[in-house]
């Protein structure tokens, strides 16, 4: 029996290899160089039969980059965990060897101020890069393929590419999500395969492989750039300006393939020339349709995805003088899949994305002359044009929060966007090689050709830092900055036998604080204003500012000052001592109005039903800038899970169908105790509805009997463009803060940006000091929302409300404060809620 099994194994494998094998992705390009190791050869398994590790791609690429002169590879970065993010560079031997002075040349056409005209005699730069969402595999696999034909082909074709392009091939975007993925696939995977979908190969467990470490979607990051992988793709970037970037993905299983160009780009007026968006892509799409005609293979265009936000993989290029070009490809979700029209094949998306990579070289390198032109045009045209706003720079600056002005400088530095300090302002000019980008950070707008976006329609990123930035009509610039490296310090803090105070202002006051408290400290914060003296001359103090009262201390007054200079050299804060309790002016250190604080004790539900990007906004808030440890309680364990280690519940949006009647009293006897449950979106939505707190969600008023109207018919070709305006997919509101509650404490202006992408509109309550922030007569700055939205449910509601519980409290927010980890400017607002909420009591007042 044994003889007849290895045999029929080894029937089945030479099967698979005939199939899908070699000449089933590439017999096109033969002779290959046998030197080179076929991907199968190194794997073990033909492509499309696994799926393949990000270390074995790497270690693949390592192999290539070392028995070949054709390819060089490089580390870029770093995931969070710790898996190496790298670029291999192909081209011929030549090339490489002069790779520096091709790049010098190629450099040329980026810098504004040089006329070179040698189009056609420089290398054209293609970066390929793939799989930045985790559980859209095939690109991966499909960058195998594409590196072995360009590294071991000898065929004229190939040749011929390597001479006119140097091509970079960055085979995994997101490396811990596809791992995350590949592990799920691979366990599941059956001998004989099962197409049915609804088995487990084919669905993944909560939070899935789309997402990086801390479940942010790394394909709308490249704009935020808050993750280490965007960051490190940045600094690759801007170092060498590709022509032509690449962004595969997979979606839909009864879907088929989509390459540009897209649906018209949805502002009325784009800041990107036209020519990107309509005459390249038209340019390119002939390519990609002949290359998966040739293979039987159905697509699709122009109907569908937009590339209005400006922080895709397949739009951030096309804001560097680059064209970005975005593939979907019909996901088979594991290794076959049933669909309307028989089965996918793993091996069958892998070709796609492989015949659209060879494709796009091709054009490129037959389009060359025309990319440069269009890339140096680009970058000519940024610094003499003129901004319809008419204004020459944008300046910004928060008096009284420099770790959020840093923030906000090291983010434009990232982006290559030229910073100028005047005095205690910053001045960012529009006359500069990133005019464009500078247009993104700065401008809003409120009209829009299509009312229906894929994403954001929202993305000034000033207002995500709360910058107030104003117009400026001439420029006096100042001196340029170009690091943070040398900050401007606080004043050092000097010991005190008596008290310190932690200006609460900062962005990293909590991180300061949680620092302190975590070694043992005892604080407290003022709930009013005051005026004190201290080492550093007489100082104002605001609501929130936080006392450490050195004798009421179990640890002597040596060991505090070390902990407190300790938290302001790791974080940078303001903090000052006293020798006094007399204030100049407001409350005395003694006064009541000084209430101890509780270290937060946090925990928060996640699992299936809860949306996983909220969560990990949340994760990766209190992991990398508060130092705060979280627990993370999975709802299938929350029945045995007690909340007393816990002072502190947040729960973010979701379904949480999960929770019966007797987990929902759990919930709130728990908070009737004194804690607090903070909840945002669709998690407070749940809340009101669940009837576990007395407040309302603002609804359409009932029109009268006389007053209605009859069904308009409507064309049913237009059903989903009229139903998709009324989504609120992101658009920026102001809102008015109570600076004086505890949760807007460190605030100074009651003005104040928010992000929405939910139809979750609150009622104010009916207590008149529980709406913390209310949405202001005038809201929208920004993003496209519909006149229903805007005038019956959003102006009338409240955007923060606090809510008795018993003893405790529920914080309802209707927008989420910590979107894409890129809202400094209302972090604050939660991480309020996390160290003072057990300190807000609810005037009764008999509603």
């Known amino acids: 029996m044994k003889p007849t099994h290895k045999l029929l194994s080894v029937f089945l494998f030479l099967l698979t290899c005939n199939v899908f094998g070699q000449d089933y992705f590439f017999k096109d390009k033969a002779p290959f160089n046998s030197n080179i190791p076929t991907p199968e050869a190194f794997l073990g398994y033909p492509i499309g039969e696994q799926h393949t590790r990000h270390d074995q791609i790497v270690a693949y690429f390592y192999k290539l980059a070392e028995v070949s002169d054709r390819a060089q590879i490089e580390v870029y970065g770093y995931t969070h965990e710790k898996r190496k993010l790298v670029m291999l560079t192909i081209s011929t031997p030549e090339n490489l060897s002069n790779l520096s002075s091709i790049k010098a040349a190629h450099l040329q056409f980026v810098d504004h101020t040089s006329n070179a005209k040698n189009y056609n005699e420089v290398p054209v730069f293609i970066q390929l890069g793939y799989n930045v969402h985790g559980n859209e595999p095939s690109s991966s696999e499909a960058a195998l393929l594409t590196a072995y034909t360009l590294v071991a082909s000898n065929s004229n074709e190939v040749q011929n590419y390597l001479k006119n392009s140097v091509v970079f091939i960055d085979p995994t975007i997101n490396p811990d999500g596809r791992d995350r993925h590949t592990q799920w696939a691979n366990q599941y995977k059956s001998t004989p395969l099962v197409s049915d979908n609804i088995d487990a190969e084919h669905n993944e467990m909560w939070p899935r492989g789309r997402t990086n470490h801390y479940w942010f979607d790394l394909n709308r990051d490249w704009l935020l750039a808050v993750n280490p992988e965007s960051q490190g793709k940045l600094k690759w970037y801007h170092e060498w300006y590709p022509n032509v970037v690449t962004d595969f993905h997979e979606m839909g299983t009864n879907s088929n393939y989509f390459f540009e160009p897209m649906k018209p780009i949805g502002s009325q007026d784009p800041i990107m020339p036209k020519e990107n968006y309509e005459d390249l892509n038209n340019l390119f799409a002939p390519y990609y349709a002949k290359a998966l005609d040739n293979i039987g293979s159905f697509y699709f265009t122009k109907e569908a995805f937009d590339g209005t936000y400006p922080g895709y993989g397949s739009s951030y290029p096309d804001l560097q003088g680059a064209l970005a070009l975005l593939f979907e490809q019909a996901s088979s979700r594991g290794h076959v899949q049933d669909t309307d029209y028989g089965k996918i094949t793993f091996p069958f998306t892998i070709r796609n994305q492989y015949q659209s990579s060879i494709a796009t070289i091709k054009a490129a390198v037959e389009n060359k002359a025309t990319l440069r032109k269009y890339q140096q045009d680009f970058f000519k045209s940024a610094v003499t044009k003129k901004a319809k706003s008419g204004f020459a720079a944008y300046e910004f600056g928060d008096a009284y929060d420099q770790n959020r002005n840093k923030a906000f400088v090291d983010f434009l530095l990232k982006h290559h966007i030229k910073v100028y300090k005047k005095g205690n302002k910053f001045v960012v000019p529009l006359k500069q090689p990133q005019h464009r980008m500078v247009q993104t950070m700065f401008e809003t707008y409120s009209k829009f050709r299509d009312s229906v976006f894929y994403d954001a329609s929202a993305w000034s990123v000033s207002n995500f830092y709360d910058m107030k930035a104003k117009g400026l009509k001439s420029a006096r610039l100042g001196s340029e900055i170009t690091s943070t490296k040398n900050w401007e310090k606080p004043i050092s803090v000097t010991k ?200 309302s969600l603002t609804k359409k008023p009932k029109a009268k009997e006389k007053d209605k109207k009859a069904t308009k018919r409507l064309p049913y070709v237009d059903a989903s463009e009229h139903i998709g305006r009324e989504r609120l997919g992101g658009a920026i509101f102001e809102v008015d803060l109570d600076v004086t509650h505890p949760l807007g404490f460190g605030y100074r202006n009651t003005k104040v940006p928010v992000y929405k992408n939910n139809r979750v509109f609150i009622q104010p309550s009916k207590n008149p000091y529980s709406t913390v922030a209310k949405y202001t007569a005038n809201p929208h700055i920004d993003g496209f929302v519909s006149t229903k939205n805007l005038e019956t449910f959003l102006k009338p509601s409240a955007s923060l409300v606090v809510s008795r519980i018993g003893g405790g409290r529920a914080i309802l927010f209707a927008d989420n404060p910590n979107f894409r980890g890129a809202w400094y400017g209302t972090n604050k607002l939660f991480l309020n809620a996390l160290f003072f909420g057990n300190n807000i009591s609810i005037p009764f007042t008999g509603n």
């Open 496 to 695: 005190s036998d008596y008290a310190y105070l932690l200006d609460w202002d900062d962005y990293n006051a909590p991180a300061a604080l949680n620092y302190i408290q975590r070694k043992g400290v005892q604080v407290s914060a003022a709930f009013k204003k005051f005026s004190a003296k201290t080492n550093a001359g007489e100082q104002s103090f605001n609501y929130g500012t936080v006392m450490i009262p050195v004798s009421k201390q179990k640890k002597s007054s040596a060991e505090v000052y070390e902990i407190v200079r300790k938290a302001q050299e790791k974080f940078n804060v303001p903090i000052y001592s006293t020798n006094t309790g007399f204030s100049v002016k407001g409350i005395d250190l003694g006064s009541n109005n000084f209430r101890k604080l509780q270290q937060p004790k946090v925990a928060m539900l996640i699992g299936d039903g809860v949306y996983s990007y909220e969560a990990g906004e949340v994760w990766h808030l209190l992991d990398t800038r508060v130092h705060m440890p979280l627990t993370k309680i999975q709802l299938r364990n929350f029945r045995r899970a007690s909340l007393d280690k816990y002072n502190t519940l947040v729960m973010v949006s979701g379904s949480y169908t999960q929770l019966d009647s007797i987990q929902r009293k759990k919930i709130s006897d728990w908070v009737g105790k004194g804690n607090t449950l903070i909840t945002i979106a669709r998690a407070s939505q749940w809340l009101i509805n669940r009837k576990m707190v007395k407040e």
